[in-house]
């Protein structure tokens, strides 16, 4: 298990490494890692859409010792990029991932998410990340890949679920909250909504509202969590309070 300065450490060291991860949201991302591991939920994590590997070096950090880290991309085939959601690079993605990630990548498929044999992945995911194809087709397919192989009590994280760039991925996330009702959102900040089976949402909820679990990851002060409904469940969002240049460089400077 990580505490907040673990996690700092680790994102200053792939501050350069191109990708779209926020500081906070590893943070939060911890926060309920290590939610998992207090109650014993194990499973390996996936992630659709490794761009040049930022976020699967943080997810191979996350995992305990026996877990493993599958990955899917089109990497140079960009042709088949139809959304234009980053531009994978096999190259970079490889030597990246070996200098800062842990030695624990298994299964790389290399090919469209579409494309993945089903039949070959098993029910054994405790964290998924789709962050592949932006349309809302593919997003919805990889949602769907994602609750067949999730394990109990794992998360499903999604990327870019409100944007003016990607109405797709909110379009995908609409249909498929509504058609999976045992599926409930309970995050959303810093570019990351997270989902999980309603049965475990208070599981990570009770962590997230926890006044002193914040206070530990620096998350009292500057940022606003509120409740707001989403199809029709209650998830927490966090956000930046309005801050003034001043105190945001601060922040920055010094978290
Ligand atoms: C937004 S980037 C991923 C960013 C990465 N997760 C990060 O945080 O640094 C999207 C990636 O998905 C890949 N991609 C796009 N459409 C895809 C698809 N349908 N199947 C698999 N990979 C896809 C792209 O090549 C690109 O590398």
């Known amino acids: ?31 309920l890692n290590n939610v998992q591991a207090k109650n014993k939920i194990n499973g390996n994590c996936f992630e659709i859409g490794v761009h040049h590997g930022k976020s699967s070096i943080f997810f191979s950090k996350l995992l305990n010792k026996n877990e493993q880290l599958d990955i899917c991309d089109i990497f140079e085939n960009q042709s088949a990029n139809v959304s234009k959601s980053g531009h994978g690079n096999k190259t970079l993605f490889e030597k990246n991932f070996n200098t800062h990630g842990n030695n624990n990548l298994r299964n790389v498929h290399h090919c469209l998410s579409s494309n993945i044999a089903i039949d070959s992945l098993t029910k054994e995911y405790r964290l998924f990340h789709v962050d592949g194809g932006h349309h809302a087709n593919e997003a919805l397919e990889d949602l769907e890949i994602a609750k067949k192989m999730l394990v109990d009590g794992g998360l499903i994280i999604v990327d870019d679920p409100f944007r003016e760039d990607w109405p797709g991925v909110t379009e995908a996330i609409v249909e498929f909250l509504n058609k999976n009702k045992e599926f409930t959102p309970i995050f959303c900040g810093f570019n990351k909504l997270i989902i999980t089976q309603r049965t475990y949402s208070n599981l990570f909820l009770d962590v997230l509202r926890d006044e002193k679990v914040r206070k530990n990851n620096k998350f009292n002060k500057l940022f606003t969590k509120e409740e707001k409904l989403f199809c029709e469940d209650k998830m927490l969002v966090f956000k930046f309070k309005t801050m003034n240049w001043k105190r945001k460089l601060k922040y920055h400077l010094t978290h």
């Open 1 to 31: 298990m990580m505490d907040h300065s673990a996690v700092k450490k680790i994102y200053n060291n792939v501050k350069h490494v191109e990708g779209w991860l926020e500081k906070e949201a590893m943070l939060i991302l911890n926060i």
